[in-house]
């Protein structure tokens, strides 16, 4: 794994974002995995480590979270720059196309950048998101995001996180210890908080207007019809048969319109699978093998 940092550009000026990757520089395919909206980019370092082989696997820290920046203002937390940042991070990469792994807010980032015109994914896997997201949900999201919290030690917040975070299925106890460790960051007080700035849950409560403008209706369901609808490339959903991010009828409603997808649910997890399990991981690695005889002959094509 290597770690580096690039600087996006938003109203405060500049601001870094930080950026790790499995896999080498030259290999010919790559692979970004964009977190959640309180997670960071460890989530994905199991995967990445057994995608390693055959892809580059990019995972970044959205501005507001893990070792990337904090904004000073709050309202500067938006769709707008969180795509932007996304998109100088492939440009500084250079390559032609990647594949495109989002969980959550990650996985919507990605809607929104597949189904623009020259748009470079050529691949969407989306982890337990789909176009809709039942107002009850952001309402749920909303009652621990936004919440200051304090632990006093490692025991603490281990306690807490495996009560928030049950959603995410089963973890071997390597995995739930590389995830707690990654959840955490200490205060100038010597207790511990999760490692993301709070306020930067605006988009997801509804009081950033370009959340509002991207996606959220008057009711508060999250709606990203418009951006599903004009999507071309293979998509993959992983759905955690619990999750009350992706009811079914959501799943129903997205057979109904815009591009074909093939479906993976996992019985054991909710909101969302932690892609640390070796099913989990299998689901993935089987749908890229799957999905790479398309993909390659559409890159001929063009």
């Not at 500067?76 to 792994?101: A, E, I």
């Not at 739930?176 to 409560?205: C, K, M, P």
């Not at 074909?260 to 019985?267: A, G, H, P, T």
Request: charged share 25%.
């Amino acid at each position: 794994m290597i770690e580096d940092t690039y600087y996006g550009l938003s109203a405060e000026g500049f601001h870094k974002v930080y950026y790790r990757t499995y896999g080498e520089a030259h290999m010919e395919d790559t692979l970004f995995c964009v977190h959640g909206l309180t997670r960071n980019s460890a989530d994905f370092h199991f995967l990445a480590q057994a995608l390693e082989d055959k892809f580059r696997v990019v995972c970044p820290d959205v501005v507001g979270r893990g070792k990337s920046a904090r904004f000073q203002q709050a309202r500067h937390y938006s769709y707008h720059q969180y795509l932007s940042d996304m998109n100088v991070l492939m440009q500084r990469l250079r390559v032609p196309h990647v594949d495109w792994l989002g969980t959550s807010m990650g996985g919507l980032f990605g809607i929104v950048l597949a189904s623009l015109p020259e748009a470079p994914i050529r691949r969407l896997i989306l982890n337990d998101i789909g176009p809709f997201v039942p107002a009850t949900a952001v309402d749920r999201l909303k009652t621990y995001a936004g919440i200051p919290m304090e632990f006093k030690d490692m025991h603490e917040a281990d306690a807490f996180l495996r009560v928030a975070y049950a959603p995410f299925g089963p973890m071997s106890a390597e995995a739930w210890q590389y995830f707690l460790e990654h959840s955490l960051r200490a205060t100038n007080a010597g207790t511990l908080t999760l490692d993301y700035d709070i306020r930067a849950t605006a988009a997801v409560e509804g009081d950033n207007q370009d959340a509002l403008a991207l996606g959220e209706d008057p009711e508060g369901n999250v709606t990203f019809w418009r951006f599903w609808d004009n999507i071309k490339c293979p998509v993959l959903l992983l759905h955690g048969k619990h999750s009350d991010l992706v009811p079914q009828r959501v799943i129903d409603e997205m057979r109904m319109r815009g591009p074909s997808f093939d479906l993976v649910q996992f019985e054991d997890a909710g909101h969302a699978p932690s892609l640390t399990q070796p099913d989990q991981i299998q689901a993935v690695k089987d749908w890229l093998e799957k999905t790479d005889p398309i993909v390659r002959t559409l890159s001929c094509q063009k």
